[in-house]
């Protein structure tokens, strides 16, 4: 019903218009079809009579427009104002036309004076407002187990009071192993359900059978209705087995192996056959089931799984015997188990409270865990007695109650020493022969503050190059804390005490989380060669502990600077000079000497000289190394009397860099020379004096270091044993501009170190890059382990030794196209 009227408001508010109005006969009879659906509401327009007619509107009430049919005037009514045919109340079509394919309604209109007679016919449609029914919503059929495959059950069909393809169009079973549906088409009488049986049924294994049939229509969605099957199986057996004893009764001890024989049962059955054969089964819980175990030909109940005393001491089984008939008869018999008790029963432990984590400060004393023992046995064999190893530093304090202990602690606890105990019980009991128990538990030591942070190194030294990139991170610092989580959770800071030795901290930053340190600027290895900062790790302990480390940071040269040319200076800070030579002078005659100085070291500020333009390449030569521009013959009459030299002093860097200088040689005759050179004394007296004044404090300043580090290092050396003596003697046969060559002699070993401005005392710190000299010491019974940090002059970077190369003497592949800066230090003297 509900459906139905959901249906009714569906279908409300519209109009199924006209489909076909065809005039059937003309004169004083004519004839309109109309079709509406069913269900609509009342006062739904059907049609317009009089238009589709062609009658004249003015005159249908004058002349009595009406209906006269008297089966269907109650459904419509005709507007005598308008001809229009209206629905007068809510046509159920089954109701009105019950199971006809089409339901046509006919009406009989009339108008008077004169009389005319019309017809019209209005055709009901169907809508989907029913659903599929049965007679019966339980129906039970009773089947014999005997039953074969294939016999066919007819079934009562649905009913749908709806037509066509709204009606009954299929059926469907639920899913089950012993039935299957078929489905007849009987035409008018619609579909009828047939159940086949498609595998033999078992009262033994199922005794009915519940389905479900359900009907379906063609409406979309489909409606449906359902029928319950009930398919009884009938037996046919009518003797039951009989036991020959009235009670079954037997002793067990517990822990009997399995497969031993409890006892044996007997059932007998009157009836011959299958139906006189008799099986046996137990008729009790899962768990049950589980312990014993029943031939189901012979009777006889085995032991299956473990028997316990102390879980149970008795056991109560009913044991079923049934025939094999079709309908199979079963008579129920109990069987009483005693158990007998023996000692079986290990202690058990139970850890009643524990603390899985402890500090590793608590105290000696400290309760990790309360500990209760039990054993099911009685007497002796439950007297339980519990200790645990010795290697840990735990112990087990008996409690007030019995059995109840509680496990301490009984001496300090270090976590970074161990942090974990797996801490072993052992329990056992007194029996002949005794039986016993382990638990272990696991003690974990929790972290408290305790461990400052440590540095993989200290002191740490770095070397970084000059003219580093801002903002680049230069070297790290690590530490490390034997803590764990925010304990050992480090934050890195440098150490600034605003002291003016520290003022080069104000331009590093370091990354507090991984200690990456950055050089906010960039450094000069001319006016900054060394500094030295602490940094402080910290953990984020409470309270937090920290510790620092010293950072010793030597900055290497790299060839930023371009020789300056220090003589010839003009008046106008130019490099260029004039110089006059008689004219008589011989070959070789010394005319200027070009001086220049590089601010970098090694290669970058090793000076070579050359000649980029001369007048006559026949007349004047330039010493590379020294500047010395000499005459190469001597002057002849054709010879000019003004020469232009063009001096280019480059220094030996990867990227060379260099200036020129330029000398206006001038010839003139002896007597001319002489005042020539009286007056320019006097001239550059006055004009070039500061320029000599600076000149002079450089040269001396160089050459006092220059002692200075030789009478050091002698010193030094003479202070060793006269086999071992290593001296620095200054290389005869070597010239070139502000730059040394020295020789270090150690037994019958010489090495040759060549650089500008090489002092003794300068520079490094022993351990770099894996450049060390081993050198026997006789005063010692070992070996004293000098080393030496080896530079490239061309890149200033720490440099390895060619493999082809030793120190025992110059390579001639690749050796002589480098210089070396070494500076020596003894263990004695560190």
Request: glycine share 6%.
């Amino acid at each position: 019903m509900e459906q139905r009227r959901s249906e009714e408001r569906m279908a409300r508010g519209y109009l199924v218009g006209c489909v076909v109005a065809v005039l059937l006969c003309s004169g004083a009879s004519a004839q309109s079809r109309y079709s509406i659906s069913e269900e609509v509401n009342e006062g739904t327009v059907v049609g317009n009579i009089a238009k589709d007619l062609g009658l004249d509107k003015s005159t249908l009430r004058d002349r009595k427009y009406r209906i006269v049919s008297s089966n269907a005037d109650h459904l419509f009514h005709v507007n005598q104002n308008d001809g229009v045919l209206y629905v007068s109340r809510k046509i159920d079509r089954e109701e009105v036309c019950a199971q006809s394919s089409t339901c046509l309604i006919n009406l009989k209109t009339v108008l008077e004076n004169p009389l005319e007679v019309h017809y019209v016919d209005v055709e009901v449609l169907d809508i989907n407002d029913h659903s599929p029914s049965f007679p019966e919503k339980v129906t039970t059929l009773e089947m014999s187990e005997s039953v074969t495959p294939g016999a066919r059950i007819q079934l009562n069909a649905a009913r749908d009071p709806d037509s066509g393809h709204f009606s009954v169009q299929h059926y469907k079973l639920s899913d089950n192993d012993h039935f299957r549906l078929e489905v007849k088409d009987k035409g008018e009488d619609g579909k009828i359900p047939i159940l086949i049986v498609k595998k033999a049924v078992d009262r033994e294994t199922t005794g009915s059978h519940s389905l479900v049939l359900t009907a379906l229509d063609g409406g979309k969605p489909p409606k449906s209705g359902e029928i319950k099957i009930l398919v009884n199986v009938l037996d046919i057996n009518d003797n039951a087995p009989v036991f020959s004893k009235d009670v079954y009764f037997v002793m067990l001890d517990e822990n009997a192996p399995t497969g031993t024989t409890v006892i044996q049962v007997n059932a007998t059955d009157l009836d011959e056959g299958s139906n006189g054969e008799v099986v046996y089964s137990f008729t009790i819980n899962q768990r049950l089931l589980k312990l014993f175990d029943i031939n189901p030909l012979t009777g006889e109940i085995i032991v299956k799984g473990l028997i316990d005393y102390e879980e149970r001491d008795k056991y109560e089984i009913e044991i079923r015997a049934s025939d094999k008939g079709l309908a199979p008869l079963a008579t129920e018999k109990s069987v009483m188990i005693k158990i007998v008790d023996i000692n079986d029963n290990a202690p058990v432990i139970e850890v009643t409270s524990f603390s899985n984590s402890i500090p590793e400060d608590s105290r000696p004393g400290t309760t990790v865990a309360l500990i209760s023992v039990n054993d099911l046995d009685s007497g002796l064999n439950g007297k339980v007695i519990c200790s645990i190893g010795e290697n840990v530093p735990f112990a087990l304090s008996p409690s007030l109650r019995d059995n109840m202990y509680s496990l301490v602690t009984k001496s300090p606890l270090d976590r970074e020493s161990q942090s974990k105990y797996d801490v072993t019980i052992i329990a056992k009991d007194a029996g002949q022969p005794s039986l016993s128990s382990e638990k272990t538990i696991s003690v974990v030591v929790s972290d408290v503050n305790d461990n400052s942070p440590e540095f993989s190194l200290s002191p740490y030294t770095f070397y970084v190059t000059e003219a580093n990139e801002p903002g680049a991170s230069v070297f790290s610092v690590r530490a490390f804390d034997r803590d764990e989580t925010d304990n050992a959770l480090i934050s890195y800071h440098i150490l600034r005490d605003g002291s003016k030795d520290n003022k080069v901290t104000s331009f590093l930053n370091i990354n507090t989380e991984n200690g990456d340190i950055l050089a906010l600027k960039s450094f000069d290895f001319e006016s900054l060669k060394t500094f030295q900062f602490q940094v402080v790790a910290s953990d984020s302990g409470t309270p937090s502990l920290s510790s620092n480390v010293t950072v010793n940071v030597f900055i290497l040269d790299q060839n930023d600077n371009a020789p300056v040319i220090l003589y010839p200076v003009s008046s106008n800070g130019s490099a260029e000079g004039v110089e006059e030579v008689p004219r008589n002078v011989n070959a070789g005659h010394l005319v200027t000497k070009v001086r220049a100085y590089d601010a970098d070291i090694g290669y970058n500020g090793w000076l070579l000289f050359s000649l980029q333009e001369v007048t006559d390449h026949s007349l004047f030569g330039l010493d590379r190394y020294t500047g010395q521009i000499r005459t190469l013959r001597s002057f002849t009459e054709t010879d000019e009397a003004e020469h232009k030299l063009v001096i280019l002093v480059k220094d030996n860097g990867n990227v060379s860099l260099s200036a020129t200088a330029t000398v206006m040689v001038k010839v003139v005759e002896p007597k001319e020379a002489f005042a020539a050179a009286d007056v320019k004394s006097a001239t550059k007296d006055e004009k070039d004096n500061n320029v000599t004044f600076y000149l002079m404090i450089t040269l001396g300043s160089v050459s006092t270091l220059f002692l200075i580090s030789i009478i050091v290092l002698i010193a030094m050396q003479c202070s060793k044993s006269t086999d071992n003596t290593s001296k620095y003697i200054q290389e005869p046969n070597y010239d070139g501009t502000l730059c040394h060559s020295i020789q270090y002699r150690s037994g019958e070993k010489r090495y040759m170190l060549v650089g500008p401005r090489m002092s003794i005392g300068s520079t490094i710190v022993p351990g770099s890059h894996a450049n060390t000299l081993m050198l026997p010491d006789r005063r010692t019974s070992g070996e004293v382990r000098q080393n030496a940090l080896l530079q490239n002059m061309f890149t200033g970077e720490p440099f390895q030794l060619p493999p082809e190369c030793t120190w025992t003497d110059i390579c001639p592949k690749r050796c002589h196209k480098m210089m070396i800066t070494v500076e020596f230090k003894t263990k004695t003297e560190t």
